[in-house]
């Protein structure tokens, strides 16, 4: 199966660990940060499609990290489920206030943590389609394993930012997504390209994709002062 990529964050190791060994056992890729700098920084090197944060983290918590997040462009939209041992429903409140998906009091069940990953992951990304190894919206499929384009069943060939982009643009769904964001995602957060790189670049997907299926290329829509967005379907 495609591998949706979840990142822990989490200072305590045993926690850590235990959650990761179960994630990957379940079919998905993660990675462990153990504060909230090296959060911040393995977020913008790769964003990932949840993350599972601790609220008591060193130096900075979990729930200014969480706040921090919903704040900045690129990662407002990022799920995230908090763990945590703060069980009063003032704590409850406040995360889910900031904006957090769900809350988790330790200890917990790995189970329920599995099940509640998935809730969210489909809740956050219900038009994206997983199968095996391949993202499929619309009549665009990608495999990241085999790292191959198709539209309507016939081979896209991609330069490697083109195919960055369209995967960027794939793991978000329906979402628009500016310009500063797809930026981020597909050269990393202190690229020193501007934003009329990013415009190149999706010119070139589309060329790409106009080759094969003018459909597929219908659906990398612009969206006017905000940014660009793969739609289920040409318009």
Not at 143 to 166: I, Q
């Amino acid at each position: 199966m495609k591998k949706p990529y979840i990142l822990i964050v989490e200072d305590e190791a045993a926690i850590a660990e235990l959650v990761a060994i179960n994630l990957r056992h379940s079919g998905f890729e993660c990675e462990v940060a153990v504060d909230s700098a090296q959060a911040q920084s393995m977020v913008f090197e790769r964003l990932p499609d949840l993350v599972l944060l601790d609220w008591m983290l060193p130096t900075m918590s979990g729930f200014s990290l969480a706040k921090q997040w919903r704040s900045q462009i690129e990662t407002k939209l990022l799920p995230i489920i908090m763990l945590t041992a703060r069980a009063e429903e003032a704590d409850k409140v406040a995360g889910l206030d900031v904006g957090i998906d769900d809350y988790m009091t330790k200890p917990f069940s790995t189970k329920e943590l599995l099940a509640r990953v998935r809730a969210v992951l489909r809740r956050r990304a219900p038009d994206v389609v997983v199968s095996g190894s391949t993202l499929t919206v619309g009549v665009i499929s990608l495999d990241s394993v085999a790292h191959r384009v198709t539209a309507e069943g016939k081979d896209v060939k991609l330069a490697p930012t083109e195919f960055k982009l369209l995967n960027a643009l794939l793991q978000q769904g329906d979402k628009v997504l500016k310009r500063e964001t797809l930026q981020n995602m597909v050269w990393g957060h202190y690229s020193d390209i501007d934003e009329r790189t990013v415009d190149v670049h999706i010119k070139r997907l589309r060329e790409a994709l106009t080759a094969v299926s003018p459909a597929a290329s219908a659906q990398v829509e612009t969206i006017r002062g905000m940014g660009y967005r793969l739609s289920k379907s040409a318009l």
